[in-house]
C-alpha cells in the first residue's frame, strides 16, 4: 500500500539471537497457554530457544533463520530447515507477534520459505502444527497447506507434541 512501511524477511544475525530468544517467550505464553501446559512451554523454550542455542545453529547449512524487520524492530521470525528427505524442505518455526497479526505478514514469510526451498532446490514444503493450534491451522489452509498425516513425537520430560503433518499442494 502506498505510503505503508513493509516488513522485510531477512537472515538472522548473531546480534539478533537474544531479541528472538526474549520474542520467542513472549509469544508462547500468550500464543500457548490454553494449547500446551504452562510446565511444556517452559520445558520447550529451553528447549529450543536460548540464545546460545540460536546462535550456533546460525552457520549451519542444514538451519536458515529469519527475522521479519518493521521499522527496525523485529516483529517476528521464521526457522526452516532440511529434513532427512532431501527433496523436502520444512518450516520448523514460523511466529508474529500478535500486535502484528493479520496483516499479510504470514503470507510474507510463507513466500520466503518457497524462495528458499526454490533457490535450494528442494521440490516440497512441509511442517507441523498443533492440533489445538487452529488459528494458524486456518492460516496454513489460506496458504495452500492441506493436512497430510499426524505427527507425534515425545520431546522428552514427559513431553508429547501432538501435530498434524501439512504441505504446500499449490
Ligand atoms: C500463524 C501466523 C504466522 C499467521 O500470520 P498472520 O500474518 O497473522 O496471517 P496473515 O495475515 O498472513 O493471514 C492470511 C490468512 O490466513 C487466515 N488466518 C490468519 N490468521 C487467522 C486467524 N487467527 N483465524 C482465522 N483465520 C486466520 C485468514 O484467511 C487470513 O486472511 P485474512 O486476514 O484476509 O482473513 C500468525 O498468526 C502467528 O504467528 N501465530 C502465532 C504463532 C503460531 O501459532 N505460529 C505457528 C506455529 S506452527
Redesign the pocket.
Known amino acids: 500500500m502506498k505510503g505503508t512501511v513493509q516488513p522485510q524477511v531477512l537472515p538472522l544475525a548473531i546480534t539478533d539471537t537474544m531479541a528472538v530468544s526474549r520474542l520467542a517467550n513472549t509469544?508462547?505464553r500468550h500464543?500457548?497457554s490454553g494449547i500446551i501446559s504452562e510446565r511444556q512451554i517452559d520445558y520447550m523454550l529451553q528447549q529450543r530457544y536460548r540464545p546460545e542455542l540460536i546462535r550456533v545453529q546460525l552457520p549451519s547449512t542444514d538451519i536458515w533463520w529469519r527475522k521479519l524487520l518493521l521499522n527496525d524492530e523485529i516483529i517476528?521470525f521464521s526457522c526452516y530447515v532440511r529434513t532427512a528427505q532431501p527433496a523436502v524442505f520444512k518450516?520448523d518455526?514460523?511466529?508474529?507477534?500478535?500486535d502484528?497479526?493479520?496483516?499479510?505478514?504470514?503470507?510474507?514469510?510463507?513466500a520466503d520459505a518457497i524462495a528458499l526451498m526454490r533457490e535450494h532446490h528442494f521440490r516440497s514444503l512441509i511442517?507441523?502444527?498443533?492440533k489445538r493450534?487452529?488459528?494458524?491451522i486456518?492460516?496454513?489452509?489460506?496458504?495452500g497447506f492441506e493436512v497430510v498425516g499426524d505427527s507425534k513425537v515425545d520431546i522428552g520430560g514427559g513431553f508429547f507434541m501432538d501435530?498434524y503433518l501439512m504441505r504446500l499442494v499449490r
Open positions: 509469544i508462547w500464543h500457548y517476528g518450516i518455526k514460523l511466529y508474529i507477534h500478535c502484528h497479526h493479520r496483516k499479510g505478514y504470514g503470507a510474507l514469510m510463507i511442517l507441523t502444527v498443533n493450534n487452529h488459528t494458524a486456518a492460516a496454513y489452509r489460506y496458504y501435530d
